[in-house]
């Protein structure tokens, strides 16, 4: 059946419901972890993450953090740390900003030798760790660029109306774009922030070229799976709180999804972090999404 038929949306399949992770461990040997609406909320770490995390680790489960944020790696888990989330509570990390970065310090691939050494930073100040160490600089006007990268909005109440003006001059320029962050949004501190996707999405819309780094893209998850030290596709599963990055990015690769329902999607659920939602919404929403994932659990909990 087509999950899109108007048939599939009067009858949704239901979608397994489990209490946490507990109901997982003897099912998987990988586990890739979202971070933003999972672990924590981009200031805090949710209740029960660090214990979850200490049972996976006790049970000899590899434990990789899968970020979509466009941020180097030790960055972020400095972030981590002063959240009260140690180091070794997990055993690697892969954001989609370190993988950016590396593809534009390597120009391994031929699209980023054509770049360019004057960047146009589309983000907040703490992401200008960005360009740190490359052959490039930043640049304050559109009209000094060879190319844009965007990592997302300089404030969490910016609308995207605030960038048009420089999307659309990049875009008349033909100006190449690297997305660091496919997000379109991420909840922060229990608030809307538009993302770096949303950026990228609008300006492919003006006829912008964009490269993008992250999930879903099938790209991240073979670094993943290289980390990962050839666990069975089938012992490893993603756990994230976005059906259109975390879910749809496990399918296209072949391993299994968990969604955690007290994320992006609770205020379309009807539901805070941590609470149960209809099982009917649940499998109503994801069947609108078109992305199914094999169960769901209410947060990161034990």
Not at 39 to 44: A, E, P
Not at 220 to 246: K, M, N, Q
Not at 258 to 267: D, F, Q, Y
Request: proline residues 7%; hydrophobic residues 40%.
């Amino acid at each position: 059946m087509n999950p899109l038929s108007p048939k599939h949306f009067l009858d949704p399949r239901p979608i397994p419901f489990y209490p946490g992770v507990a109901s997982l461990v003897a099912r998987y040997d990988g586990f890739i972890l979202d971070l933003w609406g999972v672990i924590h909320d981009g200031i805090t770490a949710y209740p029960g993450v660090t214990d979850t995390l200490r049972r996976l680790g006790e049970r000899g489960k590899h434990v990789l953090l899968l970020s979509n944020a466009p941020r180097r790696v030790s960055e972020i888990v400095t972030a981590m740390e002063r959240m009260g989330i140690p180091h070794d509570l997990y055993d690697d990390f892969i954001s989609s900003g370190e993988a950016a970065y590396a593809a534009m310090k390597s120009h391994a691939d031929p699209w980023f030798r054509t770049l360019g050494k004057a960047c146009y930073l589309m983000g907040p100040a703490r992401d200008y760790g960005m360009l740190g160490g490359l052959d490039m600089q930043r640049v304050g006007r559109i009209e000094q660029a060879d190319f844009i990268l965007a990592t997302g909005v300089d404030w969490d109440d910016d609308g995207i109306d605030i960038y048009l003006p420089a999307l659309t001059a990049g875009a008349q320029r033909r100006l190449p774009m690297v997305c660091a962050n496919p997000d379109l949004e991420v909840i922060r501190g229990g608030k809307r922030v538009l993302c770096a996707g949303t950026l990228a999405m609008r300006y492919e819309a003006l006829g912008g070229e964009v490269r993008y780094f992250g999930k879903p893209h099938p790209e991240i998850y073979r670094l993943c799976f290289a980390r990962l030290g050839g666990i069975d596709r089938r012992r490893i599963v993603a756990i994230g709180d976005s059906l259109r990055t975390d879910i749809a990015g496990a399918i296209a690769v072949g391993i299994d999804s968990v969604l955690v329902t007290g994320g992006i999607h609770a205020e379309e659920l009807g539901i805070g972090h941590g609470d149960i939602p209809d099982p009917h919404v649940l499998a109503e929403t994801c069947a609108r999404d078109g992305h199914i994932p094999c169960a769901a659990i209410p947060a990161f909990v034990w």
